[in-house]
């Protein structure tokens, strides 16, 4: 295989991270990793591979142009992967105007400095160049049938701030490649979990919980369906599309693995029963509370297309997925409890 540079934004984040780590571990290309470092980037997630000579890691926010300008000049990559984006709905709800920013506002500026540097390229580099930009089934909006599935060709509804905001992003990185022919690809995913997941979201918030004796919060009835996907089966997911997708092609990628809020949290309660025995039932902690405004009812991918052209199935199913993730957080206590102290927070480069 063609040793590429990857230029991946949000690299310190879950998913992000993810592709990065996967990268290093398991291919021979070389690893720029652009965060902004917010509350959600992490850099001890990338501790494994910190170390390496094929990964370097830069601190910019993806609304600078200019620090745009100059990172692309500086390492002239191959391949971007844009995943640095604002992503929980209940802060997009609480203050939507910085998910505009980042998702909207940063995904054009990364486009203009993408275009700009693949207008100065030529022959093959030129050719190979691709911008991969990574999105959520949420835009959606929700399926109304018990059977329905999100495909490709789904129209957009988008239900939340955050939503709006993935979807206002989508269509900025299809206009660019229709009206500059920018060689653009666009995934559409469900709902991840795995390890280093930022432990605001429903798996790692219900786990850490549940440890520590306190109230598991389900919102509603806890009958909203969505679509789980183990977070390293998507980042090998990720970079076959980066390397191997159709210019102008938008694949969904799911794991075939539909469940219930409170279907995931009882499960999670009985997989800690046998890990972490206790004499109360954990799903006793379980607790029901008002829903968050606009909630989105039911999510599930069709994930036949890059099944079927790409090759791409995942590896783990639900209940193996799951028992991996717990698993992790009772062995990396260091790393969560850094999180929800806040101290690992102010990272720089070279601080772990």
Not at 6 to 28: C, D, P, W, Y
Not at 91 to 104: H, K, L, W, Y
Not at 163 to 189: E, F, I, M
């Amino acid at each position: 295989m063609h040793v590429k540079t990857f230029l991946i934004t949000g690299g310190a984040g879950f998913i992000g991270s993810a592709v990065v780590r996967e990268l290093i571990h398991n291919t021979k290309h070389t690893v720029v990793n652009i965060d902004k470092l917010t509350y959600a980037g992490n850099l001890e997630s990338l501790a494994s591979i910190e170390g390496s000579d094929r990964y370097t890691f830069e601190q910019a926010d993806i609304c600078d142009a200019q620090a745009m300008q100059r990172l692309f000049e500086k390492y002239q990559p191959d391949v971007v992967m844009h995943l640095a984006a604002e992503s929980h709905v209940d802060r997009s709800i609480d203050g939507p105007a910085e998910f505009i920013q980042t998702n909207v506002v940063g995904t054009a500026v990364l486009l203009e400095a993408a275009r700009s540097y693949w207008n100065g390229l030529e022959g093959e580099r030129r050719a190979a160049f691709r911008f991969h930009h990574i999105s959520t089934d949420e835009v959606y909006g929700d399926l109304e049938g018990t059977d329905d599935l999100f495909t490709e060709q789904t129209p957009y509804a988008p239900s939340s701030p955050y939503s709006a905001s993935k979807a206002s992003s989508d269509h900025l990185v299809r206009a660019w490649q229709r009206t500059y022919g920018l060689p653009t690809l666009v995934t559409n995913c469900s709902n991840n979990y795995g390890p280093y997941h930022f432990p605001e979201k429903l798996i790692p918030l219900m786990i850490l919980n549940a440890l520590a004796g306190k109230p598991l919060p389900v919102y509603g009835d806890g009958q909203q369906i969505r679509d789980w996907l183990f977070v390293e089966d998507h980042a090998r997911a990720l970079i076959k599309v980066a390397t191997e997708g159709s210019v102008g092609e938008t694949y969904n990628i799911g794991g075939h693995n539909e469940k219930a809020n409170l279907a995931v949290v009882e499960t999670l309660c009985d997989l800690l029963q046998e890990l972490v025995p206790q004499e109360t039932s954990y799903r006793e902690l379980i607790t029901f509370v008002t829903d968050r405004p606009g909630h989105d009812v039911r999510y599930a991918i069709d994930a036949s297309k890059i099944e079927h052209e790409l090759g791409w199935v995942p590896q783990e199913t639900f209940e193996t997925g799951l028992r991996k993730t717990v698993q992790w957080y009772l062995v990396n206590e260091t790393w969560w409890k850094r999180v929800q102290d806040g101290s690992y927070q102010g990272q720089r480069l070279g601080s772990l």
